[in-house]
């Protein structure tokens, strides 16, 4: 099993910046990919960045440029600093844990995160 365990959530103005942070727990594979996704009521969730235990990161094209994924694997945490944040960035944002040796992926509690004035 793994645990997640997500922060740094909460409101922020338009052009503001925030920072989650996400740390797993359990047993945690060699080989795995962690990352974010943003959900919003009535919508599909969706790929916000994700990030490879080997560093290679993977960004929407709707965050990139303006997001950033990095990773601590020494501390099982991902983070993701969020700049340039505008309304259409509030969502409801889950962290993700995938690996190849597990049948299904693991997902965090959730934290919300409101861009608005």
């Known amino acids: 099993q793994v645990q997640l365990v997500e922060s740094g959530g909460g409101l922020v103005q338009p052009g503001g910046s925030l920072r989650l942070s996400c740390r797993a727990s359990?047993?945690?594979?060699?080989?795995?990919?962690m990352g974010w996704y943003r959900q919003d009521p009535g919508k599909r969730r969706e790929l916000v960045a994700t990030?490879?235990?080997?560093?290679?990161?993977n960004y929407a094209g709707s965050v990139k440029g303006r997001f950033t994924i990095s990773r601590d694997n020494a501390m099982n945490t991902v983070y993701l600093q969020m700049n340039s944040l505008n309304p259409e960035d509030t969502a409801v944002y889950f962290c993700?844990?995938?690996?190849?040796?597990?049948?299904?992926?693991?997902w965090g509690q959730g934290t919300q995160v409101t861009v608005s004035s």
């Open positions: 993700l844990y995938r690996s190849p040796a597990r049948p299904r992926d693991y």
């Open positions: 359990g047993t945690i594979d060699s080989i795995n990919i």
């Open positions: 990030i490879t235990s080997g560093g290679s990161p």
